[in-house]
């Protein structure tokens, strides 16, 4: 027996279950939101953008914040401050302020949901026993994109913007609701939590989840634009890709526990290649739908088995800050290659978007390598558990 009881018991579900509440409300009120600037509100093509990228902005600068506020407060606390953030901000889409309150919204929804995720994954980690981690953060990644994915569909049943924000606050009290009743190991010592910001052994981690994700904004943008005169098979890829992604990380999760995390990750960047490069040459339809299947299977790793090796050297005092500052990369990487794309994308043609998306893998490839082969290549358990010792000793 351990310092802190693990597994995926009761305690650990209540936690993926309340990430997809929160996510489920995100999703929710997401699709809604344009049309509702655009035609109940008067607003711009232009005033939609700001209103919907203010959110990346906000959620990039406070990784950095939730990660410290779970490490020195603990992981309950972030948690729950970022689902009443995400329940604050549906109700401040109903107040009759127009356009203000759009951006107020959208601006705690990025704090909501940068403290969501942190506390989630952090804690879920801790639940189930750092040496599940990668399963765990594939159990919690499942909790998102399923609330993404049903959201809209939610919304679409709702039918107006005000439902929707409506069932935002909803879900997110439901989900405060669920997280009173789980009990929290974790006992934070602010005086014990890194003060350092940007901790340099992080440096390589951070930039192999970049440029993994580099290919989101070109898979997104520009998917069902190029394979528009390919057979308009995008909006079939695209499910296929979620899908695959969503299945892949539930039921293949843990590999990088079980295996060498390196395996797992390469072997899912070869994955992604395949299914870019394959999609950039335009194929028929069948083919464009495989690819993307490729693509998101191919996804479904790298996070794991990065995140597991990152959480597994870390202090226990420092997983949370350490999550934080992976998902600040992964925000970051997106924001800018979302405009490298277009840029690409509008000399060059959506295709070599595509390739480009490919070439960043190699780049990935590379700082990987200093991630599972560097000089801390060893797991460093933090001293408060050594229980962990006898468990990875079995």
Known sequence: MGLFPTGFGGRFWCLVAATLLGFLGVGTVLPAMAPHVRHDLGGSDQTVGFVIGIFSFMALASRFVSGRLADRRG???????????????????????????????????????????????????????????????????????????????????????????????????????????????????????????????????????????????????????????????????????????LVSRFFLGGLPDRIHPAITFYGGLVSMA??????AAGPPPVLAVAAAATLGFGLSFPWSAVGATVLKRAAVNERASSLGILTASYDLFVGVSSFAAGAVATRFGYGTAFLGAAGALLLAAISGWVVFFGRRSEPLLDVAEPALLREFGE
């Open 75 to 245: 992981r309950k606390i972030a948690f729950i401050a970022g689902l009443s953030s995400c329940a604050l901000a549906g109700i401040t889409y109903l107040l009759p302020v127009g356009i203000p309150g759009l951006y107020l919204g959208r601006v705690l929804q990025g704090f909501g949901e940068a403290c969501l995720y942190t506390g989630a994954a952090a804690w879920a980690v801790e639940v189930a026993g750092i040496h599940r981690s990668g399963q765990a953060l594939g159990y919690i990644s499942t909790g998102i994109w399923g609330g993404i994915s049903a959201g809209p569909v939610v919304g679409e049943w709702l039918g107006t913007f005000q439902r929707a924000a409506m069932m935002q606050t909803a879900a997110a009290l439901v989900g405060i609701a669920v997280l009173l009743a789980v009990h929290e190991e974790y006992k934070p010592n602010p005086h014990t939590a890194s003060r350092r910001w940007f901790p340099p052994g992080l440096l390589a981690p951070g930039l192999t989840i970049g440029f993994v994700n580099v290919h989101y904004p070109v898979f997104t943008g520009f998917l069902i634009l190029h394979l528009a005169k390919h057979g308009n098979a995008g909006p079939a890829a695209f499910s296929a890709y979620a899908i695959v992604i």
């Open 274 to 279: 395949v299914g870019l490069i394959v999609i």
